[in-house]
């Protein structure tokens, strides 16, 4: 693992004020991907704008672990409908 591609979790924490219990949490729902290396753990980079994106609605809507699962399975449900709409948008150009 390179160490570079990924954030401690604790470092997380601490800059955005959540505790680390919070995370392990997101992990257990299945929202994000924590890796764990010789007994720390860390967020892929890639994860990061998800685990922000997370700890805003929980912190400045007060929406709890069950309602951010919700919206974070809307927001999948919608993202794959864009996608299939401008795949359904390239066929029907490629037809006309």
């Known amino acids: 693992?390179?160490?570079?591609?990924?954030?401690?979790?604790?470092?997380?924490?601490?800059?955005?004020?959540?505790?680390?219990?919070?995370?392990?949490?997101?992990?257990?729902?299945?929202?994000?991907?924590?890796v764990?290396?010789?007994?720390t753990e860390y967020i892929p980079f890639e994860e990061l704008p998800k685990v922000e994106k997370i700890v805003r609605l929980h912190d400045d809507l007060n929406i709890n672990l069950e309602g951010i699962e919700?919206?974070?399975?809307?927001?999948?449900?919608?993202?794959?409908m864009q996608n299939e709409i401008i795949s359904l948008k390239n066929k029907l150009d490629f037809y006309q």
């Open 36 to 39: 764990k290396k010789e007994d």
């Open 1 to 34: 693992m390179e160490q570079y591609n990924y954030i401690d979790v604790k470092e997380f924490c601490y800059s955005h004020g959540v505790p680390t219990q919070f995370i392990i949490q997101l992990q257990d729902f299945g929202l994000i991907e924590v």
């Open 70 to 80: 919700v919206i974070h399975q809307l927001l999948d449900r919608i993202a794959q």
